[in-house]
């Protein structure tokens, strides 16, 4: 057995990189394809692509590790069924059952391994990503986001700025505020910032006020005025342009905002949060979500060898294409699974699919589970050989 389990462990390395670093590529694809449309928009250098896409590498590897480990196991076990060694290990007295231990082996260190990711790399790089945006997104973008439109402040508020002269002085704004029978405006040169602190002040301006009935009642100039309505309005908007880039998941979708705090805890914050009424929900559904996750390789890597054995697949194209058949399989149940599991957490959510958000999440791996289970008791059984003998060799 440790033959075996040198054997395996040793050939294995290079199928599962190649399943590992194809998966990254294939997903990063698209979302550099998402992050360029908006980097296109906001005028942010194109080299910040790789930048972002750094931050995102764990949460990548937490979701290439089981691709690499079907891969690996589909291609060293077509190679073992075409050179005959596994006719030599069932002649020698191996059981196909001793020769999936080895692979479970390798499943299980990956799963602690994708554990560690997911509760301690992912919550720090989203950290560290949240962070690089903000002071970015102020250093070089600032307010341009909302630059020549008109928006809403609060009520029957709006505002528009024309462009930003700097950092911490917006150009020509006019602030208006509409009812029923009059309008009140006001206009003014710059819009500065003061210094440490997210308070803005207008500079040379008019207060105009119009009415319906007795036409201008209020024509004031100014030299320095406070608004802090605008002042809070300028900062959720260069909030909202940030949200783009820090809310976006490895698959170019935005994350669900209410679940984005716990996502991000690691494990010992999440169990903190269970004697918390208001979090409890929440947190209980990410851990849960967090340990599925984890397991998953543990789960491919028994079920993936238990079809393998099973079928006799000799072909290392037919092993490629059948392992990303399966993990198509998996990671959009678990996509699915987790949008459902969302909508049933949320107290405002009416979805069709009422299930129990913790059971939602284990959903997939639980199906993967018995279904490898399933064909494990089946091996070495006569049934197995029944199914080879009538649907597998010619």
Known sequence: MKTLNRYVWKNAISPFFLGFFGFIIFVSVNLLYFLSLNIIDYGIPPWRLFQ??????????????????????????????????????QVNGVSFKSVVIPFLI?????????????????????????????DFMSENIGYSTISNKFLPITGNKYFYVKQPIDNETLDDVIVYE???????????????????????????????NLDDERGLTLNVDFDVT??????????????????????????GQQDNNEQRLYKYSTSSLLFNMLSESDEKERAFLELNSRFAKSLSPFIIALLGTSICLVSNIKSKSWSIVISFLLIG????????????????????SNTR??????????????????????????????????IKERFVRK
């Open 52 to 89: 972002l896409l750094y931050f995102f590498l764990p949460e990548l590897s937490a979701e290439a590790i089981p691709v690499g480990v079907l891969l690996s196991i589909f291609w060293i076990l077509s190679q073992m069924s075409t050179k005959n060694e596994l006719m030599a290990l």
């Open 106 to 134: 390798f499943g299980l260190l990956l799963s602690f391994f994708t554990f560690f990711l997911n509760d301690y790399l992912i919550p720090e790089f989203n950290t560290q990503k949240e962070k690089e945006l903000s």
């Open 178 to 208: 509409i009812e029923q029978s009059a309008l009140k405006t006001i206009f003014a040169d710059e819009l500065r910032k003061e210094v440490n602190t997210d308070s803005w002040i207008m500079v040379d301006g008019q207060v105009v």
């Open 226 to 251: 406070e608004f802090e309505e605008l002042s809070e309005e300028l900062s959720d908007s260069l909030k909202d342009a940030m949200s783009i880039f820090s809310e976006v998941n490895i698959y």
């Open 329 to 348: 399989t998996f990671k959009s149940g678990e996509i699915f699974m987790q949008s459902v599991a969302l909508h049933n957490v949320a107290s405002h």
């Open 353 to 386: 699919y009422q299930l129990n958000p913790s059971l939602a999440v284990w959903a997939p791996d639980l199906i993967f589970l018995f279904l490898g289970l399933l064909l494990f008791i089946l091996l070495d059984s006569k049934i197995m050989y029944y």
